[in-house]
């Protein structure tokens, strides 16, 4: 079988090329932002348009397009899929026994300003499972904290989404520079201290800007001091990490550090005006959602599970600190899932590698996305042992029998988390289908080139197709490897620095994934918002805009005005290059 080469504008006008690709998006989006189509038909559907598109438009041969939608599914469903079931198992364990309760007033006990909550939760303990798990982990674990602290279902979903922005550059222990890494050819030591150069910037504004959407600017000067603590301390972390140390473990040591500084902080300040409303400032749709019910109950808990209730006392320090247990135990978890050498024990014995028959090497990237023509690969690594979701399914297991749930309960209370949940995983195994498809069938790289096309403000919008890439793939990682050679190849045209633009792709990228429809369905499933997804994207969908357009201004600064590459630091001596 001759291998199929991707065609970049078929219609051989570059806009009409380009409005052709765009189509699955539009759909997408402009579904979802109605309101009118749920969400799980509204990704099956703009599947069905990707595929027309790829195969009447872009001429890409029908088996091709139908293995790739398959490969697509399967990748949605592992990793991605896997780990929100787990993280919502181990979520509605701790409900039904009464433990969230016991952590939920843990948490206000540190400080029962909601503000003060957020940047402890969302911020710092979400950019936490960013850098140990990423894909998905952060928000529905904060959002299932917010909503059981009392949030708007909205405000915990969007503000969850709107936190988990800075740390996504190298999340899951720093894959997002691996994958930069492996398709642009540059050192991923380099690569992070440049996105370190970029990223700080903006671990000082999401802090201000999140409590901002929440309470306003009254509301957020009110408390200017601890933001400024969270947010510096992290970006100072993530600075001198990035460039001094590793890009593996930035996440891990900027959410440790702003947590440290932020509960010292607050042992010798206070707000003058304790802020105890739980809902947006001004208009928050989601006040009084769904039937009423207990703090302490959140995403997809069914009416029956025992509502464990405090009666009104304080839990004592050692109920608090055996509810902390659960969570620990998935930190530690899922800190030592993801690290190479855990990886290297498990892969080589629990691992499947599948070459996809019919596809894989099958469809040949050309110029000018790539320098010369590349076979596309198609590999399913089932590497089930490693996955971040089977660390978190361990966790829930092993804190299941801490809070002495009987075998037979654990196993009824997996398959009501399924049920539960299984609107949601059709919806991301449609997302990721969808961003599958359109990969294999060159439809984002004909988006990628009509940015490259804009010469002297590529710096600008090259940053934007980072924040394409995510929205459309839902990962920074998967952003990375789609343009990451795309932006090599174009800024060495245009004589600007490689490092820079690729770097670039990852800081803008990071803005795309409070919009993209994956992390809005887990935000949604989290936060036991489901259905009403179209209002979390329309809340999120302009300070994803503005956020990603500053990235691209601090871009344009470094290319034409302060060449910040040529201050990247070189692995030192003795490290390897690769991770």
């Known amino acids: 079988m001759t291998p199929w080469n991707q065609v970049y504008d078929p219609f051989g006008n570059q806009w009409v090329s380009t409005f052709m690709a765009s189509l699955p998006v539009i759909a997408l989006l402009g579904m979802i932002a109605s309101g009118k189509i749920k969400v799980h038909i509204a ?6 348009v990707a595929f027309l598109v790829a195969v009447v438009a872009f001429g890409m041969p029908t088996d091709l397009a ?20 787990n993280v919502i198992f181990l979520y509605r364990l701790t409900v039904e026994k009464g433990w969230f309760a016991i952590l939920q007033q843990s948490v206000a006990g540190i400080t029962e300003d909601r503000r003060i909550q957020l940047l402890l939760v969302a911020f710092a303990f979400g ?21 059981g602290l009392g949030f708007s279902p909205l405000a915990a979903s969007g503000l969850s989404l709107i936190a988990n922005t800075a740390p996504v550059a190298y999340g899951a222990l720093g894959a997002p ?23 700080p910037f903006f671990s000082v504004i999401v802090p201000f800007w999140l409590i901002w959407v929440f309470a306003g600017f009254r509301g957020m000067m009110a408390i200017w001091p601890p933001i400024a603590v969270c947010g510096v301390s992290f970006a100072l972390a993530q600075f001198l990490i990035s460039n001094y140390v590793n890009p593996w473990i930035v996440d891990i040591g900027a959410s440790l550090a702003s947590m440290a500084a932020l509960v010292a902080f607050l042992k010798v300040w206070r707000p003058a005006q304790v802020w105890t409303s739980p809902a947006l400032r001004g208009h928050d749709p989601s006040i009084g959602y769904g039937e009423p019910r207990p703090a302490s109950l959140g995403a997809g808990v069914p009416s029956d599970l025992p509502k464990v209730q405090l009666g009104g006392r304080t839990a004592s320090s050692q109920e608090i600190m055996m509810a902390w247990v659960p969570w620990i135990i ?21 691992s499947w590698k599948y ?15 790539e320098a010369k023509p590349k076979a596309e690969a198609a590999i399913f690594n089932f590497t089930y042992m490693s996955y971040t979701g089977t660390g978190v399914l361990f966790a829930a297991t092993i804190s299941g029998f801490i809070m002495r749930f009987s075998p037979v309960r654990l196993i009824t209370a997996y398959f009501e988390t399924i049920w539960v949940l299984r609107y949601s995983l059709i919806t991301i195994a449609a997302m990721l289908a969808l961003g599958v498809l359109t990969r294999y069938a060159g439809v984002d790289a004909t988006l990628g080139l009509a940015f490259a096309g804009t010469g002297i403000l590529y710096p600008f919008f090259g940053t934007l197709l980072g924040w394409l890439g995510v929205a459309l793939t839902g990962s920074d990682t998967a952003s990375n490897v789609l343009f990451g050679g795309l932006q090599r190849i174009t800024s060495e045209q245009l004589g600007l620095s490689g490092i820079l633009m690729a770097s670039a792709n990852s800081s803008g990228g990071v803005m795309g994934k409070m919009i993209d429809a994956q992390s809005i369905v887990v935000a949604s499933t989290a936060t036991g918002y489901f259905g009403q997804e179209s209002k979390i994207l329309r809340f999120v969908f302009w300070h994803s805009i503005v956020l990603a357009c500053l990235v691209g201004g601090l871009v344009m600064l470094q290319a034409y005005v302060y060449p910040f590459t040529e201050m990247v630091i070189h692995p030192p001596a003795g490290v390897p290059a690769a991770h």
Do not use: C
């Open 177 to 199: 520079v691996q994958g930069l890494a492996s398709v642009t050819g540059y050192d991923p030591y380099v690569l992070g201290a440049m996105i370190g150069r970029q990223l």
């Open 355 to 369: 070459e996809v028959p019919g596809l894989h090497n099958m469809i040949m990237k050309v110029p000018p996305v």
């Open 330 to 350: 998935l930190s530690i978890i899922v800190a030592v899932w993801g690290t190479g050498w855990f990886k290297g024990i498990v892969n080589p014995i629990f």
């Open 127 to 147: 950019a936490f499972f960013e850098g140990a798990g990423g894909f998905g982990t952060p928000v529905a674990v904060t959002g299932a904290i917010l909503i």
């Open 66 to 85: 139908v293995r790739a939608t398959i490969l697509g599914m399967v990748t949605g469903m592992f990793p991605i899929g896997w780990i929100i079931l």
């Open 43 to 48: 990704a099956v559907l703009a599947l069905v």
